[in-house]
């Protein structure tokens, strides 16, 4: 796929799945830093965009081993079939994932109580 298709897709993925709600931007507290000077992201800069997870599995069907040419029928109707429903808020996010931008780290403030993964989130570099 060449770079202009790769980015007709994302453009078109993007638009349809995210909305600016989910750029997520520094608070007050001091725990997000830029990689190349270490500085504090100020207060209201955006650092990454809640990406949220799906579970996909009750969707899933059984293979039929003996004709495979439904078993290609079946995989473009549930695949058609979770598109219409992520597209559509159908469903709820299993959870959600905060992707931060390239050039941004996550680290605590010493002095804030520890916070478990589950409160949170996950953070993906």
Known sequence: MNQEKKIEALEEVASEVLSSHDVVYASEEEEFFYEDSNEPVPYGEPIGI???VYDFEYIKYDVDK???SRDADKWRYNASQEYEALIN???SP???KLV???NIYW???PETKRRSKEEV???IF
């Open 50 to 52: 809640d990406v949220p």
């Open 89 to 91: 808020e159908w469903i």
């Open 121 to 123: 989130g996950e953070f």
């Open 100 to 102: 931060l931008f390239k």
């Open 107 to 109: 680290r605590p403030h």
């Open 94 to 96: 299993r959870e959600v």
């Open 66 to 68: 003996d004709d495979n």
